[in-house]
């Protein structure tokens, strides 16, 4: 089974300075790993994803994750917080199911709050 | 490129009504999932559709049913609503070779 655990539930940080939000996975087995961002009532944007190629993974808008699978962990970090970045983060495991796009298992989220 | 659509974007129910809601995939994707999102929460999986049928089913009882139609867009149904299906509902499109899903706006579902 799969499962997906983000360690803060909200993280306030100032502009300019680094971002760290948190995740912890279980996995039976070689997982695919994502965050996406979601902006208030708006749908979810794919950030970065992991699929079992290069550990350190880049996205989009200067964040990166690195898949550190002795620690289960897969956390998004940013060097430096824009205001625009304050928004929902989701933590996702996908559950592969057969050869098809698995379902998605998404964590609680964590709020990002940017201080100016 | 449209990516992925939902209709209609906000929706007021009566309790004990039924509801359906709409999906259109990114092009070029031909499987569908959907998945409810309660406040504060993360999205929970409500089933997949590839090939017009239900592949995958998460926790949600029998009054939430699909559609898949064979342009690959897709309808999710609910009935004798309760207010706890108040939420936004959202799509997601994927292909079948890819690992990567793509998420329409939502549709909000109030139900009073």
């Known amino acids: 089974a799969q499962s997906v655990t983000q360690l803060d539930s909200h993280v306030s940080v100032s502009e300019g300075t680094p971002v760290l939000l948190r995740c912890n996975y279980s996995?039976?087995?070689?997982?695919?790993l994502f965050w996406y961002v979601q902006h208030p009532n708006k749908g979810l944007q794919l950030l970065l994803k992991y699929t079992s190629a290069a550990t350190l993974v880049k996205g989009i808008n200067g964040f990166e994750a690195e898949f550190k699978k002795s620690e289960t962990s897969f956390h998004l970090t940013k060097p430096s917080a824009h205001m625009s970045d304050a928004a929902e983060y989701f933590c996702?495991?996908?559950?592969?199911?057969?050869?098809?796009?698995?379902?998605?298992?998404f964590g609680q989220g964590t709020t990002l709050q940017v201080k100016p | 490129d449209a990516g992925v659509t939902q209709s209609p974007t906000h929706l007021i129910k009566t309790r004990g009504q039924q509801v359906t809601l709409r999906c259109s995939p990114k092009?070029?994707?031909?499987?569908v999932s959907w998945y409810q999102q309660a406040l504060g929460q993360g999205p929970q999986f409500i089933f997949q559709y590839y090939e017009e049928e239900e592949r995958q089913r998460g926790n949600f009882p029998d009054r939430f049913s699909g559609h898949q139609f064979p342009n690959y867009s897709s309808e999710l149904n609910v009935n004798a609503l309760l207010l706890g299906d108040s939420a936004l509902y959202l799509c997601a499109s994927s292909s079948r070779q890819g690992r990567e899903a793509f998420f329409g706006q939502g549709t909000r579902l109030t139900v009073v």
């Open positions: 996702v495991v996908s559950a592969r199911h057969s050869s098809n796009t698995g379902k998605l298992i």
């Open positions: 092009s070029g994707h031909d499987t």
């Open positions: 996995s039976s087995y070689s997982p695919s």
